[in-house]
């Protein structure tokens, strides 16, 4: 079904500038249900599973539980994403449990430089040579064919 | 009283007009933003999505797939051109190729500087999957590069900004010369128009224009995303642009069901794929490959010549057809003497083998807890999926483009590079064909190239071109048309969903599926098709574009959902056509002509362009040459 909201967890981002998981969904799934104040993911089977939603929701009120047309029941694969880290809990069909750690990112969120210290050597509109290069490149000059 | 009358009309001016959100478009707004605050232009980028997690990065990956690594002296830039034609059967623009080739290593120098972590060596340099790729821990992969694109454009102050959840629906024209772009805001009830000196178009390749092999919930789990949906062909297309290579769709080859990844199993792990005997078919049907020579019998061999092989399997009935991760892990392992080092490499292994799924596919993560397969103890099914149309990957469908002024031979440059044959209207990434393999860091560095191009084409033609206010009124009513039609009948049936009057989008998108899947080679037709069945499927689909007319929408997602499907069927309609016009097999793997079995070098060793005419509403096809830049 792709991600789904447990209703008690949710509470719609009330005290946020905006609903998280609506906010970030690149196919448009969740939303607010104007009704219960909560979100839903109204198209489960639109879902990819991107797992964008689990990891942005703000009281971690969403979960996936895998499509049903080919997955058997009880396996479940969570996350929690800090600034720098990612953390996935991953429980077997059996009851077994890994965990992973991995690193997302090498510097602090918001901070990416767009010229990262490189030098854009040329202001010529019709050279070949794009923003930064030839210093990001590594060489003195493009390589040729 | 008419629903565009319930819409506020929203006009934006922009020198140069950024459409999509994924890497090509980052690279885009990356490029473009430093060119236009040396020569005062505004720049806009236009998303459907959320730009933190929009296009086919909106997962995350575990590789990037296209690193040339010039500087360290790995490889040379005509290595991977000849590579890249090799695995598309002699089909590429080797001046495009090279172009992408020549910059993309700077481009992951940036994404590196702006926080992406790449794997590393205990000598500090990047750790290959393969020749090509290298190693990621890549979840925020799209985060990041949408940060430093973000950041770009806010150097611009109020000339640079990027608008989120709009659908652009259509080009606007002035003439043979693209001045812009109409859409509407699938969240508040507002149509914006965009007066543009140049559009970039960078909206993805297509999904869903066949029919997928899992049709339940599982709909969704396609390989490349869903929310890829043609646009960009469509409105290439729609704006009079040549096409090519529209006939070469990519069918991937990956872990059954959840199409997880598997490319570190093959190149970095070495992993076997076998059939159910334990046979290595690309050993066992090696011989096949010679009636494909000279690129059956070049190696790498062609992505399309292994998907074949593995499909002549399964026709023999010879499945499942197994990828032996547990062999490959063993043998690693078994390499090192040391009982306690080898225990650690296990536990390394292991971990290695989750993240490649967990950074880009969590999904084949969930089917392996789902199923209790732990890869070092059991093999895990492989299958093709179903065609999707992507020439960033090892398809090559998009817009015919100029090639780069210093590179490009005669005949392959009319202009600026990365300019469409339509005047101001550039494409990249998927949204450019002939030049496959530029994966993620290949498509934001198209971007680049195509925006500094358009920053130049401003500069030259400063005036800012007038809008056709007639033809505007009209496409924005027919824009909300499927507003209106579901606002005026719902009522006459109990059930909203089965009305005489209209359609809704998501059985129109069976209807294609069903279509595309039986007559142009689908899935279920085992990826095989012929001109009587070509023509067949072409009938049908006349009348599936007629019935566009009568789509429906409940609010403005669905409208959304309306317009995806009108982009596919015009890169369904491409694809047939171009099929259809090129007699010959040349893609085995991909799909077959079973009219025409065979490779015909002499006839057919040329691009299959096509052009829908605008004025006369009918489509050319025509040849081009292809032009060996290396040997």
């Known amino acids: 079904m792709p991600s789904f909201v447990i209703t008690e967890k949710c509470d719609g981002c009330k005290a946020l500038d905006r609903t998280a998981c609506q906010y970030i969904c690149p196919n448009d799934l969740m939303v607010l249900d104007r009704e219960s104040s909560k979100a839903i993911n109204r198209a489960p089977d639109m879902c990819w599973e991107c797992y964008n939603c689990v990891k942005i929701c703000p009281t971690q009120a969403i979960e996936v539980r895998g499509y049903a047309d080919f997955m058997p029941l009880g396996g479940v694969v969570q996350p929690l994403r800090s600034s720098d880290a990612i953390m996935w809990t991953v429980k077997f069909r059996d009851g077994q449990i890994k965990r992973f750690k991995f690193p997302t990112r090498t510097t602090p969120e918001g901070s990416a430089v767009p010229d990262a210290g490189f030098e854009t050597s040329s202001d010529d509109l019709k050279s070949p040579l794009l923003r930064t290069e030839p210093a990001s490149t590594g060489m003195d000059d493009l390589e040729k064919i | ?631």
């Not at chain 2, 090799?86 to 940036?110: C, E, K, T």
């Not at chain 2, 297309?237 to 991937?252: D, H, S, W, Y």
């Not at chain 2, 000279?294 to 010879?318: Q, S």
């Open chain 2, 1 to 631: 009283m008419s629903i565009a009358n319930n819409f506020e009309t929203v006009e934006v001016h922009t020198d140069i007009l950024i459409l999509g959100g994924g890497m090509a478009a980052c690279g885009a707004a990356y490029e473009a933003a430093h060119w236009a605050k040396k020569n005062n232009l505004s720049v806009t980028l236009v998303d459907k999505a959320s730009m933190d997690r929009s296009g086919a990065v909106a997962m995350g990956l575990s590789a990037i797939n296209m690193y040339l690594g010039l500087k360290e002296g790995k490889n040379t830039l005509s290595d991977y051109v000849k590579y890249v034609k090799n695995d598309l059967m002699g089909i590429a623009r080797d001046d495009l190729v090279a172009n992408i080739g020549r910059h993309v290593d700077a481009s992951v120098h940036l994404f590196e500087k702006w926080g992406l972590p790449i794997w590393k060596d205990e000598d500090g340099k990047y750790v290959n999957e393969g020749r090509w790729q290298i190693m990621i821990h890549g979840e925020s992969y799209k985060t990041i590069v949408a940060e430093a694109a973000k950041n770009a454009l806010a150097e611009l102050g109020d000339k640079g900004q990027y608008i989120e959840r709009v659908f652009i629906t259509d080009p606007i024209m002035d003439g043979d010369r693209c001045v812009g772009a109409i859409g509407f805001s699938v969240r508040e009830n507002k149509v914006y128009i965009f007066r543009a000196k140049t559009v970039l178009a960078t909206m993805g390749g297509a999904v869903h224009v066949f029919k997928p092999k899992s049709v339940g919930e599982g709909l969704g789990r396609s390989w490349y995303p869903p929310f890829n949906s043609g646009a960009s062909a469509y409105f290439t297309l729609k704006a009079g642009a040549e096409m090519t290579c529209q006939e070469v769709r990519f069918v991937p080859v990956r872990f059954k069901d959840a199409y997880g990844p598997v490319g570190a199993w093959f190149l970095l792990f070495k992993a076997q794929a076998t059939n159910a005997l334990g046979e290595n078919y690309m050993q066992t049907r090696a011989p096949e490959l010679e009636k494909w020579a000279p690129y059956g019998e070049a190696k790498p061999t062609p992505t399309n010549l292994r998907n074949y092989l593995m499909m002549l399997e399964i026709e023999e009935g010879k499945g499942p057809i197994f990828m032996r991760t547990d062999e490959a892990i063993q043998r690693i392992v078994d390499s090192i003497p040391d009982e306690k080092e080898a225990k650690r490499k296990l536990k390394e292994l292991e971990k290695e083998a989750w993240e490649d799924f967990l950074d880009m596919t969590v999904s084949q993560a969930l089917l392996w807890a789902s199923t209790n397969i732990k890869p070092e103890e059991k093999p895990s099914e492989i299958s093709a999926t179903e065609p999707y149309f992507i020439s960033s990957h090892s398809g090559a469908s998009g817009a015919w483009v100029s090639g780069p002024e210093d590179l490009a031979p005669e005949g392959y440059k009319w202009g600026y590079p990365n300019m469409t044959t339509v005047r101001g209207l550039f494409a990249a990434g998927d949204a450019s064909g002939a030049s496959s393999h530029k994966f993620s860091s290949g498509s934001f560095t198209e971007g680049r190239i195509a925006a500094k191009a358009a920053a130049s084409f401003c500069v030259d033609n400063p005036d800012l071109p007038a809008l056709p206010e007639e033809r505007l009124n009209e496409l924005k009513e027919g824009m909300l048309k499927p507003l209106e039609l579901f606002n005026t009948h719902k009522g006459y049936t109990q059930d909203p969903n089965i009305n005489p009057n209209y359609i809704r989008p998501q059985m129109f998108m069976f209807r294609l599926q069903k279509i595309m899947d039986e007559y142009a080679g689908g899935a279920s037709s085992g990826f095989k098709t012929s001109a009587p069945l070509l023509e067949k499927g072409l009938e049908n689909l006349a009348m599936l574009r007629e019935d566009m007319a009568s789509l429906a929408a409940e609010d403005t997602h669905e409208l959304m959902r309306c317009w995806e499907n009108i982009h596919r069927i015009w890169q369904a309609e491409s694809h047939i056509r171009t099929m259809l016009f090129r007699e010959e097999t040349r893609w085995p793997g991909y799909y077959f002509r079973s009219d025409f079995p065979e490779l015909k070098e002499e006839d057919w060793k040329c691009f299959a362009n096509c052009r829908w005419n605008p004025e006369s509403g009918e489509w050319e096809m025509l040849k081009r040459d292809v032009i060996d830049m290396v040997d």
